[in-house]
């Protein structure tokens, strides 16, 4: 927030013992392409919190043991190189913790690294600015598309945010305790957002951000989560 971004939302995953914030960027000026919302290079960001205090005694205790108090200070390095800044854990921890909260076993596997990555798709040239087309891609060179709620292309509830998500690939985790088993790891989504409404007369080449459907939708969020987060334990088709 000290760079501008501001807070646009949060949303709140009780099963997971989640809640989450996103954050739009600031306005920026980009010369031939105007000043507003989401028009320079700057993406959305969102940031998520596992609520440990809601988690039983046992699986608190187990983060507890892992975390340690000056942990946090490496948390962005530990992101970016994607490693662990805690002893690798156990498979009996992990699976405690898939009892109550897959996100928070996520967690502890992959610590602070990238969950997922978003893609704007209408910001993207030709055929591909299309999430239906984009669909039918990654469909015929053979990817995984996520089944959310039985649908792989998810909508909001005003049709002006429609998703698409790829399968996330799993790797072979070695535990603590020698137990190897295959983990999902991050994944990635495809986004379109349409014009809103009072904007459907502007033309095509001078739609900006603003102009189109801005926000997360939290029945959309609840399933992709869900579904992307069980795959270790459920396959996709």
Same mark, same amino acid.
């Given at each position: 927030?000290d760079?501008?971004y501001?807070?646009?939302?949060?949303?709140?995953?009780?099963?997971?013992? =989640?809640?989450? =914030?996103?954050?739009?960027?600031?306005?920026?000026?980009?010369?031939?392409?105007?000043?507003g919302?989401?028009?320079g290079?700057?993406?959305?960001?969102?940031?998520? *919190?596992?609520? =440990?205090?809601?988690?039983?005694?046992?699986?608190?205790?187990?983060?507890?043991?892992?975390?340690?108090?000056e942990?946090?200070?490496q948390a962005?390095?530990?992101?970016?190189?994607?490693?662990?800044?805690?002893e690798?854990?156990?498979?009996?921890?992990?699976?405690?913790?898939?009892?109550?909260?897959?996100?928070?076993?996520?967690?502890?596997?992959?610590?602070?690294?990238?969950?997922?990555?978003?893609?704007?798709?209408?910001?993207?040239?030709?055929?591909?600015?299309?999430?239906?087309?984009?669909?039918?891609?990654?469909?015929?060179?053979?990817?995984?598309?996520n089944?959310?709620?039985?649908?792989?292309?998810?909508?909001?509830?005003?049709?002006?945010?429609?998703?698409?998500?790829?399968?996330?690939?799993?790797?072979?985790?070695?535990?603590?305790?020698?137990?190897?088993?295959?983990?999902?790891?991050?994944?990635?989504?495809? =986004?379109?957002?349409?014009?809103?409404?009072?904007f459907?007369?502007?033309?095509?080449?001078?739609?900006?951000?603003?102009?189109r459907?801005?926000?997360?939708?939290?029945?959309?969020?609840?399933?992709?989560?869900?579904?992307?987060?069980?795959?270790?334990?459920? *396959?996709?088709?």
């Open positions: 927030m760079y501008g501001k807070i646009g939302g949060r949303l709140e995953f009780p099963k997971n013992k =989640v809640q989450l =914030v996103w954050l739009s960027p600031p306005d920026i000026h980009v010369p031939g392409d105007g000043h919302l989401g028009n290079p700057l993406p959305r960001l969102v940031i998520a *919190e596992l609520l =440990v205090d809601e988690l039983s005694p046992e699986s608190q205790e187990i983060i507890r043991k892992y975390l340690k108090p942990g946090g200070k962005i390095l530990s992101s970016t190189l994607g490693s662990l800044i805690w690798k854990p156990t498979s009996a921890d992990f699976n405690q913790l898939v009892k109550e909260s897959e996100y928070a076993a996520w967690a502890l596997i992959h610590g602070y690294t990238l969950n997922h990555l978003a893609v704007a798709v209408h910001r993207l040239k030709h055929r591909l600015s299309d999430i239906n087309y984009v669909q039918e891609y990654f469909q015929d060179i053979g990817f995984k598309l089944k959310v709620g039985g649908d792989i292309l998810n909508e909001s509830e005003d049709g002006l945010l429609l998703q698409v998500t790829l399968a996330s690939e799993k790797v072979a985790i070695e535990f603590a305790d020698g137990v190897t088993e295959p983990i999902t790891a991050s994944y990635i989504e495809f =986004v379109q957002r349409l014009v809103l409404p009072q459907k007369d502007v033309q095509i080449d001078e739609i900006k951000e603003f102009h459907r801005e926000g997360l939708e939290q029945a959309n969020a609840n399933r992709i989560m869900q579904s992307a987060l069980s795959q270790h334990k459920n *396959e996709t088709n």
